[in-house]
Structure formats: structure tokens, C-alpha cells
């Protein structure tokens, strides 16, 4: 098993900047693959929608929300995630959730998902 610890949430002004961190650890590390990881957030009363996915192949995909103010980026080797997020708006307020799908197989790839952090961007 593998467990995604994420850390950076916080309570910041309109316009500001956080990084947020998701780091992968656990048994399972040693034989499987970190196939993509990636970033949803959820607001209250709002459904949980993707906000940035990177693969194994570095490519990138952001929620139009975000483009040209959030960034994702990794480091294979610390099996971790990041988001910079810059021009931060209030809209962005949402519990953000480290997601990472694990290659076990050719036909088992299983996703895991960290506990969530708190963003709050303040008007």
C-alpha cells in the first residue's frame, strides 16, 4: 500500500501564492510505477473536479480555470507533486486532494488519494 501526505494549504490574500506538495510513501514504492499524478479540489457545495494531472510522460492537463496561473510539476525520484498556484482568486477556495494512479501491471493500475489541504483565499 501507499499512502500520498499532502502539505502547503493555507488561508492567503486574492492574488497571492501557494505551493502545495504531495508526497507518495509506502511499501508498494519498491514494485509498482507512478503512472500520472495530480490535483482535484472540491468547494462546498460543489461536485470535486480535476485541477491539474501530470503523467509519467510529463505531459500536462489543467481545468480552463487555471491555465496561465496554476503549475504542475514533479520529482520522480521523491515520488512527489507540486502545484504552484499564483494569482490565487477566491474562487479557488476548495480542499485540494493529491490524487496518484500506481502501475502494479500492465493491467492493474490502482489510484490512491491523499487527505486533502485546506486553500482559502480571502476577497
Known amino acids: 500500500q501507499v499512502q500520498l501526505v499532502e502539505s502547503g494549504g493555507d488561508l492567503v490574500q486574492a492574488g497571492g501564492s501557494l505551493r502545495l506538495s504531495c508526497t507518495a510513501s509506502g511499501s508498494d514504492l519498491s514494485i509498482t510505477e507512478i503512472t500520472e499524478m495530480g490535483w482535484y479540489r472540491q468547494a462546498s457545495r460543489k461536485q470535486r473536479e480535476m485541477v491539474a494531472v501530470i503523467t509519467e510522460s510529463d505531459n500536462t492537463r489543467y481545468t480552463n480555470s487555471v491555465k496561465g496561473r496554476f503549475t504542475i510539476s514533479r520529482d520522480s525520484a521523491k515520488h512527489t507533486v507540486y502545484l504552484q498556484m499564483n494569482s490565487l482568486k477566491p474562487e479557488d477556495t476548495a480542499v485540494y486532494y493529491c490524487?496518484?494512479?500506481?502501475?502494479?501491471?500492465?493491467?492493474?493500475?490502482?489510484?490512491?488519494w491523499g487527505q486533502g489541504t485546506q486553500v482559502t483565499v480571502s476577497s
Open positions: 490524487n496518484a494512479d500506481f502501475r502494479y501491471g500492465d493491467y492493474d493500475v490502482r489510484g490512491y
